[in-house]
């Protein structure tokens, strides 16, 4: 099976979405066979190595988030690259122009088209002051999803917001997987701390991700902020980077671990000691369940994603997501409990081991079995 995959960031930025896009371009060459050809906008310093055949796409920079790339459509070498590639369906990813364009040359050669959500822009909007824009942008996301012949959403609860806006069942679980050899307990180093200079009886509360606006920095800040007046062992880590960093300047006592990748990554993460997690403009989170692998309790907002992921009081806490009390309170409590912290973070540990990303790569390979039965 030949698969056209269009992306809006494949590999220049490490996020999320683009790790699950490669892991699953991987796992259908590898282990199924397919050919896929990815077309994306690129730039001279990619994050990291592309699965697949990467094609790139002419792009601007956003003019808000200059870090990342648009296109603007599909120029015509691009649409002979497609024509002569012949691919047996088409997969759009992002909902921007160039995914609205693959979909239309995809009706145009008569091949099934999927679509996966893996952020909610939706809820961007706020934090960039056009909220006023979210009619509209609204009214685009229930046309992108509702002209693909199917739909894969990372929970459960997305994909039936998806069938109810579609109006039929055309829609199903992609999950995401966890690296367990790369993330786990083990990688806990406190001679890591020690160099950061954290004191063996801090708490490290840890900011996991990219550093923007809407993954709650703010809220983070505040929290924190609030606890540190409470005791003076409390302590921000931060691992990743982004345009928000230098919010955390306002924090004291502050380490900013920046971006990390591989083996310093998973010591990083395993050498905190909780994961809070309050945005609420995720569709899954990876790092919630790359914290958990690493034995960390998760102190998340109460937002969909999390629901699927934590079960609350058991492996981690759902907290209002607006103020900051109900944070701090259930923070205050593993603080002051290193039993409660080990417990939970031993069962969060357990948790992240339901997810494989072997699994999740093979039903999306099923849904495109599915759809080209007969091409």
Avoid at 20 to 43: H, I, K, Q, W
Avoid at 240 to 256: N, S
Avoid at 264 to 286: I, K, Q, Y
Wanted: net charge positive; aromatic share 8%.
């Amino acid at each position: 099976m030949r698969i056209a995959l269009f992306s809006g960031n494949y590999n220049y930025l490490r996020e999320g979405a683009n790790q699950a896009l490669n892991m699953l371009v991987r796992y259908l060459e590898t282990a199924c066979g397919f050919t896929v050809r990815v077309y994306s906008p690129v730039t001279d310093t990619p994050a990291f190595a592309p699965a697949g055949t990467l094609v790139p796409v002419p792009s601007i920079a956003l003019p808000v988030r200059s870090e990342f790339r648009l296109a603007l459509g599909l120029p015509r070498n691009i649409r002979n690259d497609i024509r002569d590639f012949a691919p047996d369906l088409v997969h759009v990813s992002t909902p921007d122009i160039l995914g609205t364009r693959a979909q239309t040359f995809a009706k145009r050669l008569g091949v099934p088209i999927v679509a996966s959500m893996h952020t909610r822009f939706e809820t961007y909007l706020r934090y960039y002051g056009i909220d006023w824009a979210r009619p509209a942008l609204d009214a685009h996301l229930r046309r992108f999803y509702r002209r693909s012949d199917h739909v894969l959403a990372p929970t459960g609860a997305l994909v039936e917001e998806l069938r109810l806006l579609r109006g039929d069942d055309r829609a199903s679980v992609w999950s995401r997987g966890i690296d367990a050899a790369l993330f786990h307990p083990g990688r806990r180093d406190m001679h890591w701390r020690r160099i950061q200079g954290l004191d063996d009886g801090d708490i490290a509360i840890l900011f996991f991700g990219r550093v923007v606006l809407e993954k709650g920095v703010d809220r983070f800040i505040q929290v924190v902020r609030q606890l540190q007046a409470q005791s003076p062992r409390v302590r921000a880590l931060v691992v990743g980077h982004g345009p928000a960093v230098d919010l955390f300047k306002t924090l004291p006592r502050t380490i900013c671990a920046g971006h990390l990748a591989g083996d310093d990554l998973a010591r990083a993460v395993a050498s905190a000691d909780v994961l809070l997690s309050p945005s609420t403009t995720e569709t899954f989170g990876n790092v919630i369940v790359e914290a958990m692998a690493c034995g960390l309790p998760v102190v998340s907002a109460d937002a969909q994603n999390a629901r699927s992921i934590l079960t609350d009081g058991q492996d981690g806490f759902l907290c209002r997501p607006t103020g900051c009390g109900h944070y701090a309170s259930v923070l205050a409590k593993l603080i002051e409990s290193p039993d409660l912290r080990h417990a939970m973070g031993l069962a969060a540990h357990r948790t992240s081991r339901l997810y494989s990303w072997d699994r999740a790569s093979e039903s999306v390979a099923n849904v495109y079995r599915a759809l080209t039965v007969g091409v």
